[in-house]
C-alpha cells in the first residue's frame, strides 16, 4: 500500500487546514487508518484514527473537539480537518494504514506509512 499525503502549509494560530491521504489500494476500505506528527527534536506521536467500519474513531487529548478524522472510501482517501491550529500543531504530518482494520493510538498497529506533510502554524 503506497500512502500519499498532502494539503500541509503554513497558517497562522486560529486558522483551518485539511490534509488528505490517498492509497493506492483497492481494499482501502479494509484497513484501519491513523494520522500521526513529529515536531523537530520530538519523538511521533498519535494524532487521530478511524478503524475500516468508521465506527470507532480515537484522538490525542490536545486535538479534541479541533480536529476531525474521516474517511471516503470510494476515493481510497482518509482526511484529516484540522481548525483552530495553535502553534505546537506545529509538526510534520503522517498518515498510515493498518491491515488489522482496527484504527488505534499505536503505532505498531499500522503497516504502511505515508512520507508525510509539514504543517507550520505561526503565532
Known amino acids: 500500500v503506497q500512502l500519499q499525503a498532502s494539503g500541509g502549509g503554513l497558517v497562522q494560530a486560529g486558522g483551518s487546514m485539511r490534509l488528505a491521504c490517498a492509497a493506492s489500494e483497492r481494499t482501502f476500505s479494509r484497513y484501519g487508518m491513523g494520522w500521526f506528527r513529529q515536531a523537530p527534536g520530538k519523538e511521533r506521536e498519535f494524532v487521530a484514527a478511524?478503524?475500516?467500519?468508521?465506527?470507532?474513531?480515537f484522538y490525542r487529548d490536545s486535538v479534541k473537539g479541533r480536529f476531525t478524522i474521516s474517511r471516503d472510501n470510494a476515493k481510497n482517501t482518509v482526511y484529516l480537518q484540522m481548525n483552530s491550529l495553535k502553534p505546537e500543531d506545529t509538526a510534520l504530518y503522517y498518515c498510515?494504514?493498518?491491515?488489522?482494520?482496527?484504527?488505534?493510538?499505536?503505532?505498531?498497529?499500522?503497516?504502511?506509512w505515508g512520507r508525510g506533510t509539514q504543517v507550520t502554524v505561526s503565532s
Open positions: 478511524l478503524s475500516a467500519s468508521g465506527g470507532t474513531i
Open positions: 498510515a494504514a493498518g491491515s488489522n482494520s482496527l484504527g488505534t493510538p499505536s503505532d505498531h498497529d499500522y503497516d504502511y
